[in-house]
């Protein structure tokens, strides 16, 4: 027990210089920071303003760039196709003699619960309905006929299968590639070693990417919270008549936080694969519930369609 109080004394007294010597980066984790509570004090401030401003900023980013995301992500589909079937797809991330630490399964269940988190429970069913009963204007189909429903199905699919996915399966290939080969940082800026060598490794180069990083994965974090505690407030009001209040938005908070970092600090083998084993199990059954006890008839003749 002393031996770990007198590390954790060691911890607390590190300055800034020893601790980038342990690793710890301040600027990469600062930046993000003081971004977001800027931002926080903005949208507290003036909220009708911020979310106007938030509002405008994602149109225009859908309006003028939606073909660069939408070509960007078919192109990471494309690579992995390629890789699939071409020698380097033979490459054994780690060394041709490493052994996988975890089994298809484990892997399976980790990729499908940390990777979507709550947004499959609330948007895996409620999108294929919202896109039925109100279809795109602009496909001039009406809503809640069956060609809504094979529309509503077809953008869905495209939303929560191999396009999601193959953004995340580029990245963790390359990184994974550049950290268990290459011998490189484990980090996101090591990922461009294969394309621009020693000097992915650049101080200032490291900083900017690995920055932009932690300020993307801190947004996409924050963003999946704050949907995830509306929708559990709401399933609560619906269900247990519990109030969708301040009170319980910080209740919710607080669990989904707690649950995160205990997850996290107890690690993969003991936090992250226990959770999402167990979570991928219950996906499973409720998958086959209801197949078995809805119109399987139906569901198969549509998913088919």
Partial sequence: ????????????????????????????????????????????????????????????LMVNGSWLIALGTLAFIIFLIVVCFHPIGKVRLGGKDAKPEYSLWNWFAISLCAGIGTGIVFWGAVEPLKFAV??????????????????????????????PYATYAVFGVIIAFAYYNLHRSFSVSAGFAPLLGEKAE?????????????????????????????QIASGLETVFGIPAQTVSYIAICVVIVAIYNISSITGMNRGIRWLSDKNAW??????VLAFVFGPAQWICNLFTE
């Avoid at 279809?135 to 396009?163: C, D």
Wanted: glycine share 8%.
């Fill in 1 to 60: 027990m002393s031996k770990i109080k007198q590390e954790k004394n060691k911890t607390k007294s590190l300055s800034w210089k020893q601790a980038i010597q342990k690793g710890l980066r301040p600027g990469v984790i600062l930046v993000p920071v003081i971004i977001f509570i800027t931002l926080t004090i903005i949208g507290m401030i003036d909220s009708e303003s911020f979310v106007s401003m938030l509002n405008t900023f994602f149109v225009s």
């Fill in 282 to 287: 219950l996906f499973l059954i409720l998958m």
């Fill in 134 to 163: 109100q279809p795109q204007l602009s496909t001039g189909i009406a809503p809640n006929t069956r060609e809504a429903v094979i529309w509503s199905l077809g953008k869905s699919y495209m939303h929560w299968s191999f396009a």
């Fill in 202 to 230: 650049k101080s200032w180069f490291r900083g900017i990417v690995d920055t932009l990083t932690a300020f993307a994965i801190t947004g996409g974090v924050a963003g999946s919270l704050g949907y995830g505690l509306l």
